[in-house]
C-alpha cells in the first residue's frame, strides 16, 4: 500500500469534478447538505486513514535522516482537501480551491519516493522479509524450550509478518518495518531464554543478520539500499 498515492488519487477526483462544482458535489453529499452517503463517508475515513499513514511515514523519514521539509509544509493542506476543512460546502470551487497544484506535485513526489522504499512482491527487500518469516517460524516450531508466554506472542508477532508479506497491498512501509522490527526483537528475548543450544544458536543469527532498528534501515539513505543493513 502506498497511502501517498492513494490520496493522490482521490484528491484527483475531488478536483477534476465538474469544473466549478461545489463541495457538496464534489464529496457527494445529499442536496440537503446534511450527511454522507455509506459510500462516501467510507470514502472520507479512508482519506483520513491514509493521512495517519503518511504522518508515520514522514516521522520515520525525518528520524532516519531524509529530507521531509517540503512534505511537511505541504501536509495541512492535504488534511484540509481531503477532509473539506475550512472550506465552503456549498459555494462552487475550482480545483486549486480543492487542493492548488504545488500541492499535489508534492504528494506525488512522495508518492514516488515511498514506491521506490516499499518492499514490493519479487523484490529483494520481500524475499529479505520472506526470509526473515521463515526462519523465525521455524525456530519458534523447533524450539520446544520456550516458555507459553514467548511462544504467544512470537506467534502473534509472526502472523503480523506474514499478513504484511503475504498481502504487501493492505499494509504500507512503515506497516512492514515495525511487524520485522518486532519480529526481530522477540527473536532476541527467545535468544535469551532458550536453553537448546541448536536453537539458541539460530535465534541469535536472526539477531544477529537482521540489524535494528528496521524501520531506520528501510528509510535511510538512498531507495536502492532498501533493506541493506540486513544483508548477512
Known amino acids: 500500500m502506498n497511502p501517498a498515492d492513494l490520496l493522490h488519487a482521490r484528491l484527483t477526483v475531488y478536483r477534476e469534478a465538474q469544473g466549478g462544482a461545489s463541495a457538496m458535489t464534489r464529496f457527494h453529499v445529499t442536496a440537503d447538505g446534511s450527511s454522507l452517503t455509506s459510500g462516501d463517508r467510507l470514502a472520507v475515513l479512508e482519506s483520513a486513514d491514509w493521512l495517519r499513514r503518511i504522518a508515520r511515514i514522514l516521522d520515520s523519514m525525518e528520524a532516519a535522516g531524509r529530507r521531509v521539509r517540503p512534505y511537511r509544509r505541504n501536509f495541512d493542506t492535504w ?36 514506491a521506490t522504499m516499499t518492499p514490493g512482491t519479487g523484490s529483494e527487500a520481500h524475499e529479505r522479509l520472506t526470509t526473515l518469516l521463515h526462519d523465525a517460524s521455524d525456530a519458534l516450531d523447533g524450539d520446544q524450550t520456550l516458555s507459553d508466554q514467548l511462544r504467544r506472542h512470537l506467534r502473534r508477532v ?21 511487524a520485522a522490527d518486532d519480529t526481530v526483537t522477540s527473536a532476541k528475548a527467545a535468544a535469551g531464554e532458550s536453553t537448546d543450544k541448536t536453537w539458541k544458536d539460530r535465534w541469535e543469527k536472526i539477531v544477529t543478520v537482521w540489524a535494528a532498528p528496521v524501520i531506520t534501515g528501510l528509510i535511510a539513505s538512498s531507495p536502492s539500499l532498501v533493506l541493506q543493513i540486513t544483508a548477512s
Open 158 to 178: 509472526l502472523d503480523r509478518l506474514r499478513d504484511c508479506v503475504e498481502h504487501p497491498e493492505a499494509y504500507d512501509l512503515q506497516d512492514m518495518a515495525e
Open 79 to 114: 488534511v484540509d482537501a481531503a477532509l473539506n476543512i475550512g472550506k465552503p460546502w456549498g459555494n462552487t470551487m475550482t480545483e486549486s480551491d480543492i487542493c492548488p497544484l504545488s500541492a499535489m506535485d508534492s504528494l506525488e513526489s512522495l508518492a514516488d519516493i515511498i
